[in-house]
């Protein structure tokens, strides 16, 4: 019999926790030819999450947990899971059934019999998501289309059914700044993409801010892509080409027209708009030093406090 883990991260869902469970359990009886493994990973969640997620193993033993010292985030939190995870198919899925627990069913299927890896799902509505949040997505998912080498679908979450094999290979990427929606596209093998449409959250609330949602974006560019630190070569190059033609301007005009004192407005604007280049590419260097230093210094990815 094959066994089947589903990892969920969870980070503050006491309330989304029995909703979710109980629709599992759905889709567990439909898949009952599986073994199941339920591995919560308390992501340092400060409700009752954990005593949740205890109560539920009192009642299936199949249920298990990794329980963080604090919150080190939902990407270090898939690792965890990935890590721990003990089946010959796993999938990942969010506690608030944004991620329709009943897809399962047809993804199974779809891997039993369409040859692949893996089979991810791909939301086709941004229903319920705020508009400007759904604008930014649209642009970073383009920019990354263009700038990244790896393919990264739009609307594509981390709701993902994916063999032994591919997530062993997952496991051997051990950077410390995980975009995981890049990383399973990196590591290849063939996926099958499942489409639905956008639910909201069963319970709780989002734990992502603008701003938390903009930083996760640029780690995403940077951790995939090197062509922003090009762009610092490509503007002094311009640049340097523009000042060329402006002293041979001034040469002609000086040879011409004699001295002149006009023009230091001008001038003003120039040394402040290339200082401001200058700064802008002396921080995308910044930004890719500032990862680098973190790679090197080899953190572990989350501590685990206790698991059962
Ligand atoms: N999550 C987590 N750690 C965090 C933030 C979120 O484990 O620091 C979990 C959260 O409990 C949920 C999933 O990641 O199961 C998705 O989070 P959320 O619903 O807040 O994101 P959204 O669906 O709005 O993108
Ligand atoms: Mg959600």
């Not at 080409?241 to 041979?248: D, G, H, K, N, Q």
Request: glycine share 6%.
């Amino acid at each position: 019999m094959q066994k089947l883990t589903v990892i969920i991260p969870c980070y503050n869902e006491e309330s989304s926790i029995p909703h979710f469970y109980k629709a599992l359990c759905e889709v567990m009886s439909q898949l009952e030819f599986l073994i199941f493994e339920i591995l919560f990973i308390d992501d340092g969640s400060q409700d009752y999450t954990l005593e949740t997620i205890k109560s539920l193993q009192d009642i299936n033993p199949y249920v298990h947990y990794i329980s963080f010292s604090r919150n080190f985030g939902k990407e270090s939190a898939i690792y965890a899971g990935l890590k721990y995870a003990t089946g010959d198919l796993i999938v990942i899925m969010d506690a608030d059934l944004q991620h329709p627990p009943q897809l399962l069913v047809q993804m199974y299927e779809t891997l039993c019999h369409a040859n692949c890896d893996s089979v991810a799902a791909r939301r086709v509505t941004r229903i319920g998501e705020p508009p400007i949040r759904s604008f930014l997505a649209r642009c970073f998912y383009a920019i990354m289309h263009k700038l990244c080498k790896i393919e990264i679908v739009d609307g594509a979450c981390d709701f993902r059914l994916m063999t032994r094999q591919m997530v062993d290979a997952l496991l051997e990427l051990t950077e410390y700044n995980r975009f995981s929606k890049g990383l399973f596209s990196w590591v290849g093998f063939r996926t099958q993409w499942i489409e639905f449409e956008n639910v909201k959250r069963i319970a709780g609330e989002t734990h992502w801010s603008f701003w938390g949602l903009v930083r996760y974006s640029l780690e995403g560019l940077i951790a995939f892509s090197t062509v922003p630190l090009a762009l610092a070569s490509i503007m002094g190059l311009l640049f340097c080409a523009f000042s060329f033609i402006a002293i041979i301007f001034t040469i002609i005009r000086q040879l011409i027209w004699g001295a002149s004192a006009y023009g230091w407005p001008s001038l003003v604007c120039i040394i402040c708009f290339i200082s401001g280049i200058q700064l802008f590419c002396i921080g995308i260097l910044g930004q890719y030093l500032a990862k680098t230093y973190l790679e090197t210094k080899h953190r572990p990815l989350f501590i685990v406090k206790e698991n059962k």
